[in-house]
């Protein structure tokens, strides 16, 4: 995937280049060439390969969505109680949320 600001290629996650190398969201730089808000800034391997990630840890991804901390559990200690139908629901609509903000989905 190339900038299409400066021309740099080969980017695996175009919005980290873009938001580092030229002070501007992703969102911003899809306006800026007309492309579509919905589409991500990620090769599709790459997009492949964070969805497969998120499949296989979804329980736990959702578990630390609903307590707000990426890293709630350290190695060694003992997890709490299942995760509730009700925090997973929550948890869906906060990733919904998360990813409207970082996409511009609606
Ligand atoms: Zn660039």
């Given at each position: 995937?190339?900038c299409?600001?400066?021309?740099?290629?080969?980017?695996?996650?175009?919005?980290?280049?873009v938001?580092?190398?030229?002070?501007?969201?992703?969102?911003?730089?899809?306006?800026?060439?007309?492309?579509?808000?919905k589409?991500?800034l990620?090769?599709?391997?790459?997009k492949?390969?964070l969805q497969?990630?998120?499949?296989d840890?979804?329980?736990?991804?959702?578990?630390?969505?609903?307590?707000?901390?990426?890293?709630?559990f350290?190695k060694?200690?003992?997890?709490?109680?299942?995760?509730?139908?009700v925090?997973?629901?929550?948890?869906?609509?906060?990733?919904?949320?998360v990813?409207?903000?970082?996409?511009?989905?609606r």
């Amino acid at each position: 995937m190339d900038c299409q600001i400066c021309g740099a290629g080969g980017f695996k996650h175009l919005g980290s280049h873009v938001a580092k190398a030229h002070k501007m969201t992703a969102r911003e730089y899809k306006q800026m060439f007309g492309l579509p808000l919905k589409r991500g800034l990620v090769t599709p391997e790459l997009k492949q390969k964070l969805q497969e990630a998120f499949e296989d840890n979804k329980d736990v991804a959702l578990a630390n969505l609903t307590h707000g901390d990426k890293y709630q559990f350290k190695k060694g200690e003992p997890k709490r109680g299942e995760t509730s139908p009700v925090a997973v629901e929550e948890a869906t609509e906060r990733i919904k949320e998360v990813n409207a903000k970082r996409w511009g989905t609606r």
